[in-house]
Structures are given as C-alpha cells and as structure tokens.
C-alpha cells in the first residue's frame, strides 16, 4: 500500500479532481512498450505490402547516383543538381513511412490514458536533478519494472528470432545457389517475414505493461483520507465560510422582500406572530402576489413599514398561517386560497374607495381545510 511524505496510508481512491490536476500535469497512463509494438508492427506491415515498389525506387536512386556522365563528372552545377535530385527523391520516397510511423505514434500513445497536451510536463522539473531522488528512482518499483520488462523483451525477441532462424534455415542456405537479384529479393523476404514475427513477440510485453501503467498511475494518484477530506472541504467551502454566505443572501432577501412591502394592498396580519403583504392589480395579474412574508420581528417591520405607508392591516390570524405556510415570495397565491384574499382586497379597497361600510367579518373567510394551520 502506497504512503504518503507524513506517512499516512494511502487507502482512497484518486477523486475526479485529482486525476484533472494530474492530467494537466502530464501525470497518466501511459505505455512504451505499447506503442513500440504499434509502430515495429505497422512498419513491418508497410515493408511486406509496399516492400518490393520500395526497393525498386530504392534501386532506381542508387543506380543513377553511381551512373555519371562526362558532363556531371565535369561540371559542379550539373552534379549537385544530381545529388539533390536524389535527395529529394529520397525524401519523397520515405515520406509515406514517416507519416505513417508520426500517426502510428500519436495514436499508440494516446490509446491508454486518451490524448493530453500539457504545458506543465513541459516545464523544466529541477528537482529531477536532485541525485538522492535519482537513486531513489533507481530502486523503485517501476525501474525493477522496467529491468524486468527489458529482461523479458530480450530473452522473447532473442526466442522468437532462433526459432524463426530454425524455420527459415533452409531458405537461408540456398540464397547461396540462387542468382544475385533472386537472392537479394529472397532476402528481403526472408528479413521482413523476421521482422514481422519478431514485432509480434512484443504483443506479449505490451499486454503485461499496459495494466501494470493503468495500476501505477492510480496507485500513485491514491490519496490518504485527510487529503479527501482536505479536498471536501475546499469543494465543498469551510461549513463557517458557508454558513457566513448563506446568512448575508438570507439579509439581502429580506432587504429586498422589505422593499417591496411599500406597494402592497393589504398586509394581512396573526396579529402579532405572522405578516404576509399582498398586492393585486386587476388590469396586469391574473391573481393576488405575495411580497412578503415573514414571522416575529421581521413580522413587525412589516407592520411598521406598512404603518408608516398607510397600507391597511387586516387581522385575520388563519388566512395569516396559511399564506405563510402555502404561499411564495413573488408567486401568485394558491388557488384554493383566492375566495378567502379576495374577499379580504374587496373590503380593502371598498374602504380605499368609501364604499364599504360594513366590518370584515373575519370568521366567515373560507379557508381550504388543508390549508388551515393550527396556532
């Protein structure tokens, strides 16, 4: 089990940002020998396929170099345009195999751990010059890794190469009784045909290597508890710091809701324990809407701000509850409770206009039975 510098064990596995961090440091998985295989087999495939027009253009620049007329051997001009005429050739020859070797390459290298550019593996890491973390490096679990997966590559390809030479022994003999280009071309098949078996003894490492990176790379992004909690906390914000937050939106709400009570209609009232401020304006809203509404002390600034606008306060302790309890700030009022409001903004706004005479009679307001909330 893998432990930390304070020596705590590391026991938890690596969480979604820890692997982010390590990624934007370079640090997944990867494997050599995976792409190593990649490329030894995708060459080999291209010089069995393509092998013989590549030897044949091969020929055909080696040739015309080593055949000079009186005028190239002459004249400087004429005999550097020759070797650059070949150089070209040359490279326009090889281009396909190196493009496909860099495809091979990215793509080998992007299959564990999927592809990742990083800046900050590019950084110069001074630390690495450190000889103490050097040796310590040199006896680590990944070099004794790595020496056995070097040990075992050599004795396979080594293996794989005898018994090649076994099957193909009595090829190899008779190259000596065949004619030069026969030979030549024999050769060539009998090399790539090596080389493609050869290639094909490194699947082995490489399907030993891959899980053994997947495994380190965790491992080594393994975490202790106190860093999972660490990391909790700094998600998650100090429970203080939160707590902090949650009361200053909570103050700004109520700065706001209070805000609003100057345009109420009516506040309706427990008389004491509960204010809840409605508006209605028949020609924008379809229902009565609630501004505010609040219990105990923020009750009372309610009743004091709507005092000193002289908004009309309505004793009417179960409707009270009720928009309490069932209401939202800035919402219309329930449904099931608009007969009970509506009768309240009728006498609210008979008295506005003078036209009510009669007291409210607060008992006959008809309030749901799920919706009365018991003092």
Same mark, same amino acid.
């Not at 998985?29 to 069995?48: G, N, V």
């Not at 007329?69 to 281009?95: P, Q, W």
């Not at 009516?266 to 609040?294: C, E, G, Q, R, S």
């Not at 309490?324 to 099931?336: G, H, L, S, T, V």
């Given at each position: ?10 026991? %938890?596995?690596?969480? %979604? ?19 190593? +295989? ?78 990742? +550019? ?5 950084? $110069? ?85 891959? $899980? ?121 009022? $329930? ?39 018991? $003092?």
């Amino acid at each position: 089990m893998a432990e930390s510098e304070d020596g705590q064990e590391k026991s %938890e596995e690596p969480t %979604e940002k820890k692997i982010r961090e390590a990624r934007e440091k370079g640090q997944i998985a990867r494997s050599r020998e995976l792409t190593t +295989f990649l490329m030894m087999i995708s060459a080999a495939l291209y010089l069995y396929l393509w092998g013989e027009p590549f030897m044949t253009s091969f020929s055909e620049i080696f040739t015309q170099g080593l055949v000079l007329d009186r005028d190239h051997a002459f004249d400087l001009n004429k005999a550097l345009d020759r070797i650059l005429g070949m150089t070209v050739a040359s490279i326009m020859m090889l281009m396909p195999f190196f493009l496909l070797m860099l495809l091979v390459a990215i793509v080998g290298s992007s299959l564990l751990g999927g592809f990742n +550019f990083s800046t900050k593996a590019m950084a $110069p890491n001074f630390s690495k010059l450190n000889p103490l973390t050097g040796i310590q490096r040199m006896f680590s679990t990944n070099a004794l890794m790595e020496l056995l997966k070097a040990l075992v590559k050599f004795t396979l390809v080594l293996a794989v190469a005898v018994a090649f030479l076994w099957y193909a022994y009595e090829q190899v003999l008779a190259l000596g009784s065949e004619s030069l280009q026969v030979a030549l071309a024999h050769s060539a098949k009998i090399i790539i045909e090596a080389f493609i078996f050869v290639s094909l003894a490194l699947i082995v490492i490489a399907a030993v290597d891959v $899980p053994f990176q997947i495994w380190q790379n965790t491992t080594q992004l393994k975490m202790t508890k106190q860093e999972v909690k660490e990391e909790f906390k700094q998600q998650e914000g100090n429970p203080e710091v939160k707590g902090r937050i949650r009361q200053i939106q909570r103050e700004m709400a109520q700065r706001r809701m209070m805000q609003k009570v100057p345009e109420a209609d009516v506040v309706i009232t427990n008389p004491t324990h509960f204010a809840v401020a409605l508006k209605y304006d028949p020609d924008t809203m379809n229902a009565p809407i609630v501004l505010a509404a609040a219990t105990d002390f923020m009750a009372a600034q309610i009743r004091t701000i709507a005092q000193q606008h002289q908004i009309t306060l309505i004793e009417a302790p179960p409707l009270a509850r009720a928009l309490y309890y069932n209401a939202e700030i800035d919402q219309p009022i $329930p449904k099931p409770l608009f007969k009970a409001v509506a009768t309240v903004l009728a006498y609210v706004f008979g008295l506005r206009d003078k036209t009510t005479t009669k007291p409210l009679d607060i008992d006959k307001l008809e309030i749901p039975a799920d919706y009365k909330i018991e $003092p």
